[in-house]
């Protein structure tokens, strides 16, 4: 195994700091690319155009801004959406954080998400018509990733375990399995073989149901952008970044614990649990601080990313298992 390239290249690039110079330079570099604008279909071609008119974001737009749920909120001031919409994480469109336009090209309608496994129905439900059964609320949630910087988001969207409502698992289901999609076609990252496409993630039941899984469908008061994962993904904010994965196309329940993507790659780095402990290094760098998006600022890190009165009892018991990693 050529470990040297399965290991994530984001993570030794994040591990230095990104001046705030850079950062701002390259803002301004996109400005002139007319990403900032990439969504008012004027600026895209014909082809692009039309596809738009059928993605997921226009269709559900009248359903924004949704209302927000105060029990929610933070005390950071919210990363500027133009900042967090040109920084993202996205392999399946590069392994690099300017990926904003290039994701463009996914397709988010139809989008059908398949539901299988230990589950009472299991079949298939098209995202609009999964919308239409489910109220939505907007949530304000820090983002912690691994590579140690972090952000302040309003998701728009509906918790998890509104979805386990539905979807009735069986008593026998243990852990919930998310995949993205898988089409090379259209996502330059999935071509790289070395990879071990789709992306996956996973959660215990106990952790799905916690109030604090969110399913996202928005943000900034508006349907989700590709970039952020559209048009369904995930938010898991005592966690590290890499869990709440963008773009779900299938969830499956089952009684085996799934292997996720980075732990796939490097499971020594990025194992199943990985809960923002400030106090376990990575294993190549401090987890001690992060570094805010936009304003550079580093703080500290706080256990479960802030979360802990919500989230640490899920954990009891669990104390032989490598929880912050
Ligand atoms: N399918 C998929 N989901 C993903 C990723 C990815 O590469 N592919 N990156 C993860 C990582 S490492 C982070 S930090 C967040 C980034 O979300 P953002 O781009 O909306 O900030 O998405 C996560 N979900
Ligand atoms: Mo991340």
């Known amino acids: 195994m050529p470990t040297i390239h399965r290991r994530p290249r984001w993570a030794i690039a994040e591990s230095v700091a990104t001046p705030e110079c850079v950062f701002a330079n390259r803002r301004t570099v996109l400005a002139g690319l007319g990403l900032g604008a990439i969504a008012g279909a004027g600026l895209l071609p014909g ?10 974001a226009s269709r559900t737009a009248s359903l924004y801004p949704v209302k927000r749920n105060d029990a929610y909120r ?11 919409s040109t920084y993202n994480n996205f392999y399946e469109f590069g392994s690099h954080k300017q990926i904003a336009r290039a994701a463009q090209a996914l397709t988010t309608h139809p989008w059908d998400i398949e539901i299988d496994g230990l589950v009472e129905k299991p079949g298939t439900i098209a995202f609009e018509d999964l919308l239409k059964r ?35 698992p069986l008593s026998s289901a243990r852990y919930l399995r998310f995949e993205t999609f898988n089409d090379p076609s259209v996502a330059g990252g999935q071509k790289q073989v070395w990879y071990p496409w789709p992306y996956v993630e996973g959660v ?18 508006k349907p989700l952008a590709k970039q952020f ?3 369904l993904r995930l938010a898991l904010p005592w966690k590290y970044g890499f869990k709440s994965i963008k773009s779900i196309r299938r969830i499956s329940f089952t009684e085996k614990r799934p292997v996720s993507f980075w732990e796939e790659i490097a499971a020594s780095e990025y194992g199943f649990w990985a809960n923002v402990n400030p106090d376990v290094p990575h294993p ?4 001690a601080e992060e570094r805010v998006l936009h304003t550079g600022e580093r703080i500290p890190t706080q256990l479960f990313n802030g979360y802990a009165e919500e989230v640490a009892g899920l954990y009891s018991g669990l104390e032989s298992e490598q929880l912050y990693r």
């Open 229 to 231: 994962g559209a048009p």
């Open 74 to 84: 933070i005390e950071r001031p919210l990363t500027p959406e133009d900042v967090n």
């Open 204 to 221: 215990t039941m106990e952790e799905a149901s916690n109030d604090l899984a969110f399913m996202v469908t928005g943000a900034y008061g």
């Open 47 to 56: 082809t692009a155009r039309a596809q738009a008119a059928e993605d997921a």
């Open 134 to 168: 489910l109220p939505l609320e907007e949530r304000l949630y820090r983002h912690r990733c691994v590579e140690a910087w972090s952000m302040t988001v309003p998701w728009s969207g509906f918790p998890l375990s509104a979805l386990l409502a539905i979807a009735k």
């Open 284 to 287: 190549r760098w401090s987890q």
